[in-house]
C-alpha cells in the first residue's frame, strides 16, 4: 500500500472476501509482512519468520467455512505518525452446512503497518501489514458462529452488570470502596464549573472576538 487511509478498505476486501483462491493468496503475499502476527478471538498468529504462511490457512480456511462473506467498512482511522489503522467493520459470515439465518457481526480492526521498500521499485516504499488484531464483543462473536445465541449472551451480559451493581452496593455497606459526602478527608465533591483553567501557553495568548473584527494587538 502507497495511501493506506485510501487504500486499507479494498486490500481488507481482498483478505476476505476475494472472487477467488488465488486472489486472495496474492493479497496475502502482497499485503501482509512475511513475519507478520495475528490475534483474534478464536485463533492467534505469532510472529515468525514465517508466520504469514499460517495466516493465510486462517484466511482460506474463513472462505470454506463460509462461500459467502460480505463486509462493510464504516469507518476508517489512520494514525500517520504511528502507522495505525482502526477500521469499525460489520460483516455478514454464513456457514456452509449451517440451516440457519446469518446476522451481522460488528468487529474493530487494528493494523500497525511497516514501512519498506517496494519489491518492484526499490526508490518508493510500500506499507505492509506487520501486526492485525480483531476485537469482537461477545454477542458478535456468537452472531459470527451461532446467531440464535446472540439473545442468550446479552442476557448473560446484562445479568452480570446487575450482578455488579449488587455486589457494589453490599461490599460498599461492608466498607469496601465506599463513597463519602464532602471535601476533604475520604471524601470529595467534583465543581468543574468551579476549578481553574489551565495555564495559557506564551504563544497561545489570542484575543477572541467574533470572525470579521478581531484586531490585532500591535494596532490598538
Known amino acids: 500500500m502507497e495511501d493506506p487511509a485510501n487504500e486499507i478498505t479494498n486490500v481488507i476486501t481482498l483478505l476476505t472476501a476475494a472472487v477467488n483462491p488465488e486472489i486472495q493468496k496474492a493479497a496475502v503475499l502482497k499485503y501482509y509482512a512475511r513475519d507478520m502476527s495475528f ?8 510472529s515468525a519468520p514465517n508466520s504469514r504462511d499460517a495466516m493465510l490457512s486462517i484466511l482460506q480456511w474463513y472462505r ?26 460489520t460483516q ?7 440451516p440457519l439465518n446469518p446476522a451481522p457481526a460488528r468487529l474493530i480492526i487494528r493494523l500497525k503497518l511497516r514501512l519498506t ?5 526499490g526508490s518508493k516504499t510500500v506499507y505492509l501489514i506487520e501486526e492485525q488484531e480483531d476485537f469482537y464483543h461477545p454477542d458478535d462473536i456468537a452472531a459470527l458462529l451461532l446467531p440464535p445465541l446472540i439473545p442468550v449472551v446479552r442476557l448473560a451480559l446484562r ?3 446487575f450482578a455488579c451493581k449488587v ?3 453490599v461490599f460498599g455497606a461492608l466498607g469496601y470502596w465506599t463513597v463519602r459526602d464532602g471535601e476533604g478527608g475520604q471524601g470529595v465533591a467534583l465543581r468543574p464549573e468551579g476549578e481553574p483553567l489551565p495555564p495559557v501557553g506564551e504563544n497561545e495568548e ?14 490598538d
Open 39 to 46: 490475534r483474534h478471538p478464536l485463533c492467534i498468529v505469532p
Open 64 to 89: 470454506i467455512l463460509s462461500p459467502m462473506i460480505k463486509g462493510n467498512v464504516s469507518s476508517v482511522t489512520y494514525d500517520e505518525e504511528k502507522h495505525i489503522v482502526f477500521l469499525d467493520v
Open 92 to 98: 455478514i459470515f454464513h456457514i456452509r452446512w449451517s
Open 117 to 121: 521498500p517496494s519489491p518492484s521499485d
Open 159 to 161: 445479568a452480570a452488570t
Open 167 to 169: 455486589n457494589a452496593r
Open 206 to 219: 489570542i484575543e477572541l472576538q467574533p470572525i470579521g473584527v478581531r484586531k490585532d494587538k500591535k494596532n
